[in-house]
């Protein structure tokens, strides 16, 4: 049975706001990521040498590579996104 003022469903967002909430998560994470490199860029001065160029064994140095590229990437990217949202959900 369905009613004409079903609310189960709500109404799609439009693109402008997607396109500003999607500035909001990108602004966030490039603030996140050079954040995490000043507060390590000694460490990553450091092990600069062993992530290039490519040396044998190859499956170690990329393991360290994609270990390094973890943390200063793909983790501020997701942290920021959710900051990002709650943010733009409050303020935007």
Do not use: C, K
């Amino acid at each position: 049975m369905t009613t004409d003022n079903d609310q189960s469903w709500p109404d799609p967002r439009s693109r402008i706001d997607d396109r500003q909430r999607i500035g909001a998560r990108i602004g966030v994470s490039a603030v996140l990521a050079a954040l995490l490199l000043i507060v390590f860029r000694g460490h990553l001065v450091a092990i600069w040498p062993l992530l290039w160029p490519p040396m044998e064994p190859y499956g170690q140095w990329s393991t360290l590579v994609l270990l390094h590229l973890l943390g200063v990437v793909a983790l501020p990217a997701a942290i920021g996104s959710r900051i990002g949202d709650r943010l733009y959900d409050r303020y935007g």
